[in-house]
């Protein structure tokens, strides 16, 4: 099965933030992992959704599912 690869605007709009906050963090060495094929950066879409849910967990009090 092919990975979906999403560019800035595409993963921007599924994390439903801007583009310049996904350049941000990528800046900072933040946020979802990315990498670039040629001088374009992308995503995996499989990659992004674990980080949310990553996010969603770290953002629980102790002891909550």
Partial sequence: MARKILGIPEAASLLS?????LRW????????????????????EDELLTWVEQQRRESLPPGAA
């Fill in 17 to 21: 933030r801007s583009p310049d906050t």
């Fill in 25 to 44: 963090w990528r800046k900072r060495n933040e946020g979802p992992p990315s990498f670039k094929i040629g001088r374009r950066v992308v995503y995996f």
